[in-house]
């Protein structure tokens, strides 16, 4: 069963970069039919997809943040991360990373999720 | 680009069916069959429940169900439980490679 957990910094400070990680279990990120995304949710907010990527290294992303994100992908530790930059106090959010279908866009499964404050 | 447009409620009372409806335009819920409907608890993950308008995945009480007219998207929640409470999100594919979702409705089981 193909299971996704976020890891990373809880605070971050204001104009600092936020580092998550997102491993996946019981799969391989090298699957030919996937990508894997970010999405976030600020407080009592809706979902905003942030941006995915594929095995290779190819990449997708919202172009409200582009200019923000990196995502990367490690293949030998089957994990992919993102990385946003210059961050502020709206970029608090629940974070999400979630297996991407693609060519038909839907998200699932997702993993719980980890809350990113941004604070000084 | 704006988030899809939902209304930011709905109810209904056990047994009865309710429908959520997901607006955007022909650059992407008409113009592409990709929207996607989420569940979502209280403090848990989104959980898909309809892919591509009108696909249930595995596990998915057939109570859920998906359609698309225009540039309006709907779900339908029949027969409603009270485990249905929860607040529901749709997306879509919107063209460059990019996706949208909308602002999201809450659900309450009367």
């Known amino acids: 069963q193909l299971q996704l957990q976020e890891s990373g910094p809880g605070l971050v400070q204001p104009s600092e970069t936020l580092s998550l990680t997102c491993t996946v279990s019981?799969?391989?990120?090298?699957?030919?039919?996937?990508?894997w995304g970010w999405i976030r949710q600020p407080p009592g907010k809706g979902l905003e997809w942030i941006g995915s990527?594929?095995?290779?290294?190819?990449?997708n992303f919202n172009p409200s943040l582009k200019s923000r994100v990196t995502i990367s992908v490690d293949t030998s530790k089957n994990h992919f991360s993102l990385k946003l930059s210059s961050v502020t106090a709206a970029d608090t959010a629940v974070y999400y990373c979630?297996?991407?279908?693609?060519?038909?866009?839907?998200?699932?499964?997702w993993g719980q999720g980890t809350l990113v404050i941004v604070s000084s | 680009q704006s988030a899809l447009t939902q209304p930011p409620s709905a109810s209904g009372s056990p047994g009865q069916s309710v429908t959520i409806s997901c607006t955007g335009s022909?650059?992407?819920?008409?113009?592409?069959?990709?929207v996607s409907w989420y569940q979502q608890h209280p403090g848990k993950a989104p959980k898909l429940i309809i892919s591509?308008?009108?696909q249930r995945p595995s596990g998915v009480p057939d109570r859920f169900s998906g359609s698309k007219s225009g540039n309006t998207a709907s779900l339908t929640v029949s027969g409603l439980q009270a485990e249905d409470e929860a607040d529901y999100y749709c997306?879509?594919?919107?063209?460059?490679?990019?996706?949208?979702f909308g602002g999201g409705t809450k659900l309450t089981v009367l």
């Open positions: 022909s650059s992407d819920v008409g113009g592409y069959n990709y």
């Open positions: 019981g799969g391989s990120i090298r699957s030919t039919s996937y990508y």
């Open positions: 990527i594929y095995y290779s290294g190819s990449t």
């Open positions: 591509e308008v009108t």
């Open positions: 997306s879509s594919y919107a063209g460059s490679n990019n996706l949208i």
């Open positions: 979630a297996r991407h279908k693609a060519t038909t866009d839907w998200f699932d499964p």
